[in-house]
């Protein structure tokens, strides 16, 4: 009898970890579908992802998609699937290889250069403003002529 309990005990303790596992896997997996729907475009218009997109070809390629996980199929191996099929543009992001890795660094380089330009204009409006210079002294050979033209317009 004591034996049962025990028995039952860990058997239901065996039965709730395989059904927390599975539980985790199929999570898992429609996290993975999720996250495939929401990377590849529909094809008939090119304009949404095929988890929002309502056509039948959107809804052909969930299907295809949840088949694929299904099968064990890893997120690498089915983007590379429907990039076989309809070229790089079926992907909401690019890759980053090749000429598409300018749409991740131009961004930064724009707003890193926005930054230094947006500081040397504020540096710039900060500056105090230029010192003026003082009247030159006059030349000692000019100096007689001007008080002899000073005497001449007083004399006037």
């Not at 809804?59 to 890893?74: I, L």
């Not at 000429?99 to 930054?115: K, Q």
């Not at 030349?139 to 033209?149: F, N």
Request: aromatic share 10%.
């Amino acid at each position: 009898m004591r034996f049962l309990k025990c028995f039952s005990i860990y058997s239901g303790l065996v039965l709730l970890l395989t059904a927390a596992v599975f539980g985790a896997e199929n999570d898992a997996d429609t996290a993975m579908i999720r996250d495939i729907e929401d990377h590849l475009i529909a094809p008939c218009c090119w304009t949404q992802p095929i988890s929002q997109h309502e056509s039948g070809v959107s809804a052909q390629m969930r299907n295809e998609v949840r088949k694929m996980v299904a099968a064990g199929m890893s997120r690498e191996e089915i983007m590379d699937h429907f990039v076989a099929q309809y070229g790089e543009r079926i992907l909401a992001t690019p890759r980053p290889e090749g000429f598409n890795r300018l749409v991740y660094i131009l961004p930064w380089v724009a707003l890193a250069f926005g930054a230094w330009l947006l500081f040397a204009l504020l540096r710039k409006l900060r500056a105090p403003a230029p010192a003026t210079f003082p009247t030159p002294e006059p030349d000692d050979r000019y100096a007689s002529l001007i008080e002899k033209e000073l005497k001449d317009l007083e004399e006037k």
